[in-house]
């Protein structure tokens, strides 16, 4: 679940970033399309960085679980 969670949250990343890029060589760097794309991908990194480190602790939970003294 995490994976696909992970994969989703990257390809919408990819396309945000597109989407801002593209945005502001239209509108301009400080156009309020602009900074609302950018807020967007900011929203997305963020959350991206939560599954990522969720998905690190629940890897490391489980590898020291299995360790046998």
Same mark, same amino acid.
């Given at each position: ?7 989703? !949250? !990257? $390809?919408? *990343?990819? #396309?945000?970033? $597109? $989407?801002?890029?593209?945005? @502001?060589? /239209?509108?301009?760097? /400080?156009? #309020?399309?602009? *900074?609302?794309?950018? #807020?967007? &991908?900011?929203?997305?990194? /963020? &959350? ?10 629940? $890897?490391? =939970?489980? @590898? =020291?679980? /299995?360790?046998? *003294?």
């Amino acid at each position: 679940m995490t994976c696909s969670l992970e994969l989703l !949250l !990257l $390809k919408l *990343i990819d #396309q945000t970033k $597109k $989407k801002m890029v593209e945005l @502001a060589y /239209n509108t301009g760097i /400080n156009s #309020q399309e602009t *900074i609302a794309c950018s #807020q967007e &991908l900011d929203v997305l990194l /963020n &959350l991206h960085m939560k599954v990522s480190a969720h998905k690190e602790r629940t $890897k490391l =939970s489980s @590898a =020291s679980c /299995n360790i046998k *003294i």
